[in-house]
């Protein structure tokens, strides 16, 4: 995370948004997309997932989406790896951070990815150990996601004592970074903290990432209780791309052109100018006219005299 | 508050609500809203405010409003004041909490009630001196609110000393307790909990209410940030009416149902059954057909296992 920012926002709407949009977003698009929030300020961009595109047939630019982000200066690149073969594939297009994700409950990885989470744990060693043998300017910096840490919706709560249990063994296997997601919107700011404390002291020098879900309109208050547990990396969609197949009318990813005016207003930088941000709005808009988008500050605008500069202490 | 909950949620739609919206809303559906929402559990219902009848005709039925919402037993009765004359109509009414309301913004102030926020301060000292000299059991609680105290349309930023200033002057003219509201939905987390903390240092033993609008989506993290500022009461509106006819799109009061939902999953006791309160939304469809409605728990329903109770430490 670059010394100018307190707070680095992710953009993840290329791949967890889009992963749920059967329309085939054209390339020229998801690129403009990339270079125009690139250009907003926003620092890092989860720009595809590299799954079978049997499985995902909207990821099946992904190396071509990859290559134009990574010509943009300043810019870090992720992708979404659910295996060894995606691993492969993101070293190969030479991203600068992977994300690897599995989930805590043992219904909703066995959906997902037909495994235990223990298997899956041995799976993403089998990840770390190709990382380990790239020469070290070659290896991406690996953040293992943790999905429905905070509730799932087959089996409803997540017991702390599980979470902790993957959270210290993907530690132990290599992880440079971990992230606490709440895929299916079910968090609270109670649980937001304390989940996110009791990780950290188990892990105390490990960088956490959240990544959460506005499903039940708790999104923004749980960043507030994540903030209070330390938390200074945050995933977001633009407009809130991202809603679940399985659940209509139900939104997805927190917003993110809330979230930085919310950061903003309080004072931490993230480097984005909220403004330019909105206009972005647009791109997605030309690409998936059919997809709702959420946002409130895109429609009620920027507080009058609002200069977030000014709160900003360095 | 009653002793068997944690937070005090007040329905505030029918009057911050309503008066926005020049459709009259029939009687039998104000009064079968309130009956609805007081059997979900929420314990405070303002039900309407006592300005003249020219200026709101919605509120032409206040009387009758107000002596149906007193038959229910258990429920508080609210109803907002402008003035004298609007209190000595809330005392003939028997209300239980009269809420004055002036802005701490100078130009808003001038701009609703004509009068500079000193002389609205004047205006208060001839309430409470009325109230002073009504016999012990017809005296209503007196909860003083300033709105724009946490940013203003016209003005922008609000100073943090003009909103101490009047706080306590507030104090000394005799309110039983104060409101703070963010009018044009312009606070964030980071300046509720200064402000709350600060009004709290001056006056340790004053219950303070949080009025809270969602215009750029803070509202519940800003809820966050007031419950660490130890708030235990909040203005709320069902399906999140209250939209400002001055800002197209612009949201209006938090959300009651999200709000609930999320003080109950906390583990905070609202008393307030959310499953039932989301039911009540289809009284205002049928009254306000044309109305949008907010709220993310009603779309998307109560996670798997919900189960509040649970979480209760009591």
Same mark, same amino acid.
Request: net charge negative.
């Given at each position: 995370?670059?010394?100018?920012?307190?707070?680095?926002?992710?953009?993840?709407?290329?791949?967890?948004?889009?992963?749920?949009?059967?329309?085939?977003?054209?390339?020229?698009?998801?690129?403009?997309?990339?270079?125009?929030?690139?250009?907003?300020?926003?620092?890092?961009?989860?720009?595809?997932?590299?799954?079978?595109?049997?499985?995902?047939?909207?990821? %099946?630019? $992904?190396?071509?989406?990859?290559?134009?982000?990574?010509?943009?200066? @300043?810019? /870090?690149?992720? =992708? &979404? *790896?659910?295996?060894?073969?995606?691993?492969?594939?993101?070293?190969?297009?030479?991203?600068?951070?992977?994300?690897?994700?599995?989930?805590?409950?043992?219904?909703?990885?066995?959906?997902?990815?037909?495994?235990?989470?223990?298997?899956?744990?041995?799976?993403?060693?089998?990840?770390?150990?190709?990382?380990?043998?790239?020469?070290?300017?070659?290896?991406?910096?690996?953040?293992?996601?943790?999905?429905?840490?905070?509730?799932?919706?087959?089996?409803?709560?997540?017991?702390?004592?599980?979470?902790?249990?993957?959270?210290?063994?993907? %530690?132990? $296997?290599?992880?440079?970074?971990?992230?606490?997601?709440?895929?299916? @919107?079910? /968090?609270?700011? =109670? &649980? *937001?903290?304390?989940?996110?404390?009791?990780?950290?002291?188990?892990?105390?020098?490990?960088?956490?990432?959240?990544?959460?879900?506005?499903?039940?309109?708790?999104?923004?208050?749980?960043?507030?209780?994540?903030?209070?547990?330390?938390?200074?990396?945050?995933?977001?969609?633009?407009?809130?791309?991202?809603?679940?197949?399985?659940?209509?009318?139900?939104?997805?990813?927190?917003?993110?052109?809330?979230?930085?005016?919310?950061?903003?207003?309080?004072?931490?930088?993230?480097?984005?100018?909220?403004?330019?941000?909105?206009?972005?709005?647009?791109?997605?808009?030309?690409?998936?006219?059919?997809?709702?988008?959420?946002?409130?500050? /895109?429609?009620?605008?920027?507080?009058?005299?609002?200069?977030?500069?000014?709160?900003?202490?360095?």
């Amino acid at each position: 995370m670059s010394n100018k920012i307190d707070v680095e926002v992710r953009e993840v709407g290329l791949r967890d948004g889009l992963q749920n949009i059967s329309t085939f977003m054209p390339t020229e698009l998801k690129t403009a997309w990339i270079t125009a929030e690139a250009a907003a300020g926003v620092p890092n961009i989860e720009v595809c997932s590299f799954v079978p595109v049997k499985l995902i047939p909207q990821f %099946a630019d $992904a190396m071509d989406v990859v290559r134009h982000a990574r010509n943009i200066d @300043g810019l /870090a690149v992720s =992708a &979404l *790896v659910p295996n060894l073969k995606g691993f492969e594939r993101a070293v190969e297009a030479a991203v600068d951070e992977v994300d690897f994700v599995m989930s805590v409950s043992e219904s909703h990885n066995k959906s997902n990815v037909r495994r235990s989470p223990e298997e899956s744990v041995e799976d993403f060693k089998r990840i770390t150990a190709m990382r380990n043998e790239l020469p070290p300017d070659r290896r991406p910096k690996i953040v293992a996601g943790m999905a429905t840490a905070l509730g799932c919706s087959f089996e409803g709560k997540i017991s702390l004592d599980a979470v902790r249990r993957i959270a210290n063994a993907l %530690a132990e $296997a290599g992880a440079d970074e971990l992230a606490i997601a709440d895929t299916v @919107g079910y /968090a609270d700011p =109670a &649980l *937001v903290k304390a989940t996110f404390d009791a990780v950290r002291k188990d892990l105390p020098n490990m960088t956490l990432h959240a990544h959460f879900h506005d499903t039940r309109g708790l999104g923004l208050a749980n960043v507030v209780a994540a903030l209070e547990a330390g938390v200074r990396h945050f995933d977001a969609s633009l407009g809130g791309l991202g809603g679940c197949q399985f659940a209509p009318n139900a939104t997805g990813n927190i917003n993110m052109e809330d979230l930085v005016f919310m950061l903003e207003s309080m004072g931490l930088r993230t480097g984005v100018n909220v403004e330019k941000l909105v206009e972005v709005r647009d791109i997605i808009r030309k690409g998936l006219p059919e997809e709702p988008l959420t946002g409130a500050v /895109a429609k009620a605008g920027v507080p009058k005299g609002y200069d977030p500069a000014s709160l900003h202490s360095a």
